[in-house]
């Protein structure tokens, strides 16, 4: 069982989220932790029209543990607990400031900063613009420290017909990046 961490921060994007769950879901063999900060509730529910509980309720439970951001006790807040993946999505530049800066006030904080010191695959889907300097400083900080920054930028190659079409470019790199393999990801030439 290959276990996989999903923050969800309170930058706008809560669809980029729900969405990359609903498609890891369909893989049996990832176990999601999931983390969704208290500024992530509100943008959802005012985004979405959804309570992060009525949208947990909705996911498939056996392959899914939810973790309060407040709980820096969780497996996920050590470095002895195997986790193959982080991605934070979307990733505000509160939390990848913090990240970048070493810091661990929550649950989010110290799960990233535990994928950089054990050297696991962490990304950051950023949802800013424009950025500042002071936002690609940290950006390339958390480069050379082994993070990939993944905007979410959709693509056009496919000819999108939807606004769910669109989400699902960003969630298919991002899917790629965790080295999940799903066949309905669309590539290039594959149009």
């Known amino acids: 069982m290959r276990d996989i961490v999903i923050a969800i921060t309170g930058a706008s994007g809560s669809i980029y989220a729900m969405r990359l769950v609903e498609r890891i879901q ?3 063999d990832i176990t999601v932790h ?6 992530a509730e509100k943008v959802m529910h005012s985004e979405r029209h959804i309570t992060t509980q009525q ?5 498939e439970q056996k392959n899914l543990v939810v973790h309060d951001v407040k709980d820096l006790s969780a497996p996920i ?3 002895s607990f195997r986790f193959e993946s982080m991605v934070v999505i979307p990733c505000s530049m509160d939390t990848l400031g913090a990240i970048a800066a070493g810091l661990a006030g929550n649950l989010i904080q110290r799960a990233g900063s535990v994928a950089l010191k054990e050297r696991r695959n962490l990304i950051l889907v950023a949802r800013e613009s424009p950025l500042s300097a002071i936002h690609l400083q940290q950006m390339l900080t958390l480069t050379h420290a082994g ?3 993944l905007p979410p930028i959709p693509y056009f ?4 017909e939807s ?12 899917l790629d990046a965790l ?3 799903d066949p309905q990801i669309k590539r290039w030439r594959d149009t």
């Open 34 to 39: 999931l983390v969704i900060s208290e500024w």
């Open 55 to 59: 949208w947990i309720e909705t996911l």
């Open 179 to 181: 080295k999940v393999t």
């Open 147 to 149: 993070a990939m920054i």
């Open 163 to 174: 606004v769910q079409e669109l989400v699902d470019s960003t969630v298919e790199r991002v």
């Open 77 to 79: 807040s050590s470095g």
């Open 26 to 28: 369909t893989v049996q």
């Open 157 to 160: 190659y496919h000819h999108p």
